[in-house]
């Protein structure tokens, strides 16, 4: 047997003496945790004191014919895709935003 092949062999071995079922930490869902622009435009719009900042800065982004396109993907994603339409002085003004709401 190879070495490569042994340390593969040796692998499988280990995995399988894993215990089969660890519990996984709890990770706190995104509506526990406080909006930022690190959410994707989806969840930000579905939280209600997010989608109304997302609304002040691009009106209309919630009714948006293309969301379900750009719904999974970050403000910064999009910006390069967006031909113009949102800026990072935009995203920098959500941010601002987004930071002032209350801690609920």
Known sequence: ???I???????A???GAAPAAQALPAVPSVQDAKPNIGWTIGELLE???SAAVLEKHVPGISDHPARPQFEGM????V???SNGELTQE???AIDADLKALPAD
Do not use: G, R, S, Y
Not at 5 to 11: E, I, K, L, N, T
Not at 74 to 77: D, V
């Open 74 to 77: 970050t403000l910064e994603q």
């Open 1 to 3: 047997m190879t070495k």
């Open 47 to 49: 939280n209600e004191k």
């Open 90 to 92: 935009m995203i920098d």
């Open 5 to 11: 092949a042994a340390a593969f062999a040796a692998v």
């Open 79 to 81: 910006v390069p895709l």
């Open 13 to 15: 071995l280990l995995a």
